[in-house]
């Protein structure tokens, strides 16, 4: 797990130098004949805003969090993608290794494999084992419950870990209006000052379009994240109905066992 978030730590890290070098590429450019910018302008009118020191120029202090915002974004997806899988949920291994020990009622043997086991079951079965052995007068049915309870704790921390993802895209958008808003206020204050003429129209609607940037940097980033949400939504939503279905198999066979048990002590 940790060897997984300093992987996606890294891979932000290199997204990072590598946009530092690509503003320092254009540099050069920037200290150009002053035909230069006017004609890369014309071709490509969000040039300027393309680089992190155009960006910041264009959009004002809400620049800042809205980058925030996109590199947690970028974290979360990278980290997600790694570690919303069926491995860190329920993995055939430790099945296939619980089915066994609880044939064979040996209790210690797989509580000793689910602390061993970073996965959602494995937590959910070590639970259910502890209660059992700490409380050995304990009913199959109030063992039962401290399992659903269990269950029902790990499913809400796998929701509660992408639902970030989520309030990032939900609040970025957010961001970007705010920016625009505060924006547009700053022009109409400067050019309310001023008379009506050509210079100030042209300068309010170049305060606008700059305001606006605000807006649409919000949308580019809030949309991935939606998008990445509702698919490690659906991805998570499956993997705790098979955690489910793994959890109703154990309980069947402890629920055998149990059985077992109570015909054993009836016979003597």
Do not use: C
């Given at each position: 797990m940790h060897r997984k978030i300093l992987l996606a730590l890294a891979v932000l890290v290199a997204l990072i130098f590598t946009m530092n070098l690509n503003a320092q590429a254009q540099q050069p450019a920037l200290a150009a004949p002053a035909t230069t910018p006017a004609a890369m302008a014309d071709d490509n009118p969000y040039g300027d805003v393309l680089t992190f020191n155009g960006f910041v120029k264009r959009t004002g202090v809400m620049a800042y969090p809205l980058i925030v915002l996109s590199m947690i974004a970028f974290f979360m997806i990278v980290l997600f993608s790694f570690t919303v899988r069926q491995g860190t949920v329920v993995s055939?291994?430790?099945?296939?290794?619980?089915?066994?020990l609880i044939r064979k009622q040996d209790y210690l043997g797989l509580l000793a494999v689910c602390n061993r086991r970073n996965e959602c079951i494995a937590r959910i079965t070590a639970k259910t084992l502890d209660f059992a052995t700490r409380n050995p007068t304990a009913s199959f049915e109030e063992v039962k419950e401290v399992t659903e309870a269990e269950g029902n704790r790990q499913s809400s921390l796998l929701l509660a870990r992408i639902a970030y993802l989520g309030d990032v895209g939900a609040i970025a958008p957010m961001l970007g209006l705010l920016g625009t808003t505060l924006g547009m206020i700053t022009t109409f204050h400067?050019?309310?000052?001023?008379?009506?003429?050509?210079?100030?129209?042209?300068?309010?609607?170049?305060g606008v379009s700059e305001a606006l940037l605000c807006t649409a940097s919000g949308l580019v980033i809030g949309i991935p994240a939606l998008m990445f949400y509702a698919i490690f939504r659906g991805k998570v939503n499956r993997l705790i109905s098979e955690?489910?279905?793994?959890?109703?198999?154990?309980?069947?066979?402890?629920?055998?066992?149990?059985?077992?048990a109570a015909r054993a002590v009836a016979a003597q």
């Open positions: 055939d291994a430790f099945m296939n290794s619980a089915d066994a400067e050019i309310s000052g001023k008379g009506v003429g050509g210079s100030n129209q042209l300068g309010l609607a170049q955690m489910e279905a793994a959890t109703t198999h154990l309980m069947a066979l402890l629920a055998v066992q149990y059985k077992r």
